[in-house]
T-cell receptor, first 112, second 110 residues
């Protein structure tokens, strides 16, 4: 069972570069989320989606963009990377009507 | 004020000990309460999920919610080295947004 798959697992970016973190799920979940996790800070919601074509901002959306063209995929775009975006990024999905989030294994991003 | 506050630890206990992990939350509208377990360099996974005040038991784990004091707890009985992980409490009042505590790192020593 693949579940939620994130790529890449690790990436080093230079300041000002852009990149896309990929997330795909094979559970046919409508709801998908992007979180960032900084040491000692817990998980902060960046963006979420309630279905294909529908996205909304979370707590910390600045510097990021998302799109949701299919149920399976929810990529996160970083434009003009900054050192403050150094973090571990987690993608998650859930079935409607339940509170259980299924997380990917994370993407570790360093901006130098 | 943060939506959910959690003592970051770390917490170190001997094998077999009873572990108590705690969180407080600020918004009385929060209805659903969860505990996630996160092993090092892995994504969180759901451990316990409860809706109402009171206790919910699953094997060695008990989740407790006191809505009057906005306090949630996770108890682990007969702790094992395999329980060593970071435990995150979480809550929400609609299913779109989940608010997480900062996590408590637990180490169970053999």
């Amino acid at each position: 069972n693949a579940g939620v798959t994130q790529t890449p697992k690790f990436r080093i970016l230079k300041i000002g570069q852009s990149m896309t973190l990929q997330c795909t799920q094979d559970m046919n979940h409508n709801y998908m989320y992007w979180y960032r996790q900084d040491p000692g800070m817990g998980l902060k919601l960046i963006y979420y989606s309630v279905g294909a074509g529908i996205t909304d901002k979370g707590e910390v959306p600045n510097g990021y963009n998302v799109s949701r063209s299919t149920t399976e995929d929810f990529p996160l775009r970083l434009e003009l990377a900054a050192p403050s975006q150094t973090s571990v990024y987690f993608c998650a999905s859930r079935q409607g009507g339940t509170g259980e989030l299924f997380f990917g294994e994370g993407s570790r991003l360093t901006v130098l | 004020q943060k939506e959910v506050e959690q003592d970051p630890g770390p917490l170190s206990v001997p094998e077999g000990a009873i572990v108590s992990l705690n969180c407080t939350y600020s918004n009385s509208a929060f209805q659903y309460f969860m505990w996630y377990r996160q092993y090092s360099r892995k994504g969180p996974e759901l451990l316990m999920y409860t809706y109402s005040s009171g206790n919910k038991e699953d094997g060695r784990f008990t989740a407790q919610v006191d809505k009057s004091s906005k306090y949630i707890s996770l108890f682990i009985r007969d702790s094992q080295p395999s329980d060593s992980a970071t435990y995150l409490c979480a809550t929400n009042y609609n299913f779109n947004k989940f608010y997480f505590g900062s996590g408590t790192k637990l180490n169970v020593k053999p």
